[in-house]
């Protein structure tokens, strides 16, 4: 399985600033994937980071606001965009993993906590 | 299109006694099936992985779960509950094969479990 480290483990911004969070594998991965928590809420998928092409993003998610960048098969930035209080979460990177015998799995970064104040 | 329903926002169990905790899943293609936990300030953990091998999954601190197609359902179980189970479950779908959806994982809302004395 690989191994994620997600940066940072939390943080405080200012309403109306912008925070980039990384997400760094030790071994090139097929997929990968940006998640948000809300407080007291389940996962909701925000994209799909795509290598070398634009992200897809799910539906209630856009560009300006979750610009993804993902420059090659190890390593994903996601920046959350103009931070209003309502984008306090916890942002979770994930890889999907496809192994020789077909049997496949996933991880998941330790998360990003966010405040915004 | 897949979905997952976890039919119980919260359970309580006391020590020592079974844990059910259920989960019925919507996909159009061959699913693969997960058990997340989340203990509180913590990432996730997998607790266990149905991916078309044996309907009968057992998964760590001796959880395990059946996939009943006929029922599109994926209960989660453990025959004694202990003091560190309390947490929060996630049942999650993955479409294995084919569609938009692919490699995309879809979570359930959460089941809080509460373990008393």
């Known amino acids: 399985s690989a191994v994620i480290s997600q940066k940072p483990s939390r943080d405080i911004c200012q309403r109306g600033t912008s925070l980039t969070i990384q997400c760094q594998v030790d071994s090139q991965v097929t997929m990968m994937f940006w998640y948000r928590q809300q407080p007291g809420q389940s996962l909701t998928l925000i994209a799909t980071?795509?290598?070398?092409?634009?992200?897809?993003?799910e539906s209630g998610f856009v560009i300006d606001k979750f610009p993804i960048s993902r420059p090659n098969l190890t390593f994903s930035t996601l920046t959350v965009s103009n931070l209003s209080p309502e984008d306090s979460s916890i942002y979770l990177c994930?890889?999907?993993?496809?192994?020789?015998?077909?049997?496949?799995?996933?991880?998941f970064g330790s998360g990003t906590r966010l405040t915004v104040v | 299109a897949q979905s997952v329903t976890q039919l119980d926002s919260h359970v309580s169990v006391s020590e020592g006694t079974p844990v059910l905790l259920r989960c019925n899943y919507s996909s159009s293609y061959s699913p693969s099936l997960f058990w997340y936990v989340q203990h509180p300030n913590k990432g996730l953990q997998l607790l266990l992985k149905?991916?078309?091998?044996?309907?009968l999954v057992k998964g760590i601190n001796g959880f395990e779960a059946e996939f009943k197609k006929s029922e599109t359902s994926f209960h989660l179980t453990k025959p004694s509950a202990h003091m560190s189970d309390a947490a929060e479950y996630f049942c999650?779908?993955?479409?294995?094969?084919?569609?938009?959806?692919?490699?995309?994982?879809?979570f359930g809302q959460g089941t809080i479990l509460t373990v008393h004395p």
């Open positions: 149905y991916t078309s091998a044996a309907t």
């Open positions: 980071a795509n290598q070398g092409s634009e992200a897809t993003y």
């Open positions: 999650v779908v993955s479409d294995k094969a084919g569609g938009t959806s692919y490699g995309k994982l879809t």
């Open positions: 994930s890889v999907l993993i496809l192994s020789r015998t077909d049997n496949y799995g996933y991880t």
